[in-house]
């Protein structure tokens, strides 16, 4: 392996390049957009195997920032693996049936009239289990992702204005309108800028660099054949939940290959992502085609969004919950940081007198978390081995990828 300086330590001080734009939004990448990462990729495969320590020129973790920073791959294609382990418990795949039911997607006790290629219901999937993707992208007019499932596919497609959301199993097409400056499928369709490979979660992590983040170089591997350098970043700070992420950076490219997140209290990693197979070449034009196959059922944007609209009109308690969050605020700073809200419902949880599926909801998950007493009263907490919430009796919320401790600390405090 080449020497490295693993002890090369850098922080936003280092450089005002560094700190520009990133103190404030670490304050929300942490908690919350690390929630948004851990959440959206549940359910991961064992790390892919390196092939040995390619023998580099040894590099400062500020230069390969830099590279990455500077990395401009507009060509591409390959196969990413997605697996991620929060130790939730077994909830029988009602798991899968709750995020279908808050994106208002088909199975969310609607009109029943959802498209089960509308993105924002299908990429909810990404949510549990392990997770093979195909990507492809040639340049910011023409991207490909697709899901890969049992005997079936799920491709999102942007071509130029149009995207194109194609599930297989159901032969069922989504379409919509891409806005000036989409950058890949998905992040022109409201809520759905989902983190699907391993740049996408670099990105976020980096954001999260400042006076309370450490980073280094941590030697060198092979990812999908090719050489990377390691950066590792990891919080100064005690009382975070996260333990380690290490990035693999592509040696010529800067492009990260491979995104691992390994919790503070060890063992397999939380969310492990990365490419077993990249090509840098120029795709075929022909990837990115699609002609609604014969009986398909075609949903436009338009039409879905009319009846999103109509269902959340008078959706009562989870109403009630949006408009809470409208109020987060974020106490403390770097990875300590916390999401606080007022959901505005007392009582905490929902219980069977909220009415519906909700209120039974309030008392299942219930079961599952620990009971907890403070200065600000009682409530309840729901551990992960990444992310931590605590529902306090009288309807605030405080989440973070914090301890329990931490959160019943800033309950009392806020109290």
């Known amino acids: ?248 950076v592509d040696a010529e490219t800067g492009t990260p290959l491979k995104f691992t997140l390994t919790p503070a209290s060890g063992g397999a990693a939380v969310v492990d992502v990365g490419f077993t197979k990249v090509s840098f070449a120029k795709p075929d034009a022909s990837t990115f085609d699609f002609t609604p196959p014969e009986g398909a059922k075609v949903t436009e944007a338009d039409e879905a969004g009319e009846r999103a609209g109509a269902q959340e009109h008078g959706r009562g308690a989870e109403g009630e919950l949006a408009k809470g969050m409208d109020g987060l605020e974020v106490i403390g700073e770097g990875w300590n940081s916390i999401a606080a809200f007022d959901t505005g419902a007392q009582g905490g949880l929902p219980t069977a007198s909220a009415g519906g599926d909700l209120g039974g909801l309030g008392g299942f998950l219930g079961s599952f978390g620990d009971q907890v007493k403070g200065d600000f009263g009682s409530g309840t907490v729901f551990k992960t081995r990444l992310v931590n919430a605590l529902i306090t009796d009288d309807g605030k919320v405080y989440a973070g990828a914090v301890t329990k401790d931490a959160l019943v600390k800033a309950a009392d405090a806020a109290k």
């Open 1 to 248: 392996m080449a020497p490295i300086d693993s002890d090369d330590n850098t922080t936003a001080g280092a450089g005002e390049e560094l700190r520009a734009g990133r103190r404030k939004a670490a304050r929300y990448v942490v908690p919350v957009a690390v929630m948004g990462v851990a959440a959206a990729t549940i359910g991961l495969v064992p790390a892919l195997a390196d092939s040995g320590d390619p023998d580099l020129p040894k590099v400062t973790a500020e230069q390969l920032i830099e590279k990455i920073a500077k990395s401009d791959v507009q060509q591409l294609s390959g196969t990413v693996r997605i697996n991620t382990d929060l130790g939730l418990p077994d909830l029988g795949g009602l798991e899968s049936g709750l995020m279908s039911g808050m994106s208002g997607g088909p199975g969310s006790g609607g009109d029943g009239e959802g498209s089960a290629a509308d993105p924002s219901a299908k990429l909810t999937e990404l949510v549990s289990g392990s997770h093979t993707l195909r990507v492809a992208a040639d340049g910011p007019d023409r991207q490909k992702l697709s899901l890969l499932e049992n005997a079936a596919e799920y491709s999102l497609i942007h071509n130029g204005k149009d995207v194109w959301g194609y599930d297989s199993r159901s032969n069922e097409v989504y379409h919509s309108t891409a806005a000036d400056g989409a950058e890949r499928p998905g992040k022109d369709v409201p809520g759905q800028d989902v983190p699907a490979t391993p740049k996408d979660f670099a990105d976020q992590a980096l954001k999260a660099v400042d006076d309370t983040t450490s980073v280094t170089v941590g030697g060198t591997a092979q990812v999908a054949g090719r050489d990377a350098y390691r950066l590792v970043v990891e919080p100064k700070q005690d009382g975070s939940t996260v333990g380690a992420i290490t990035v693999a």
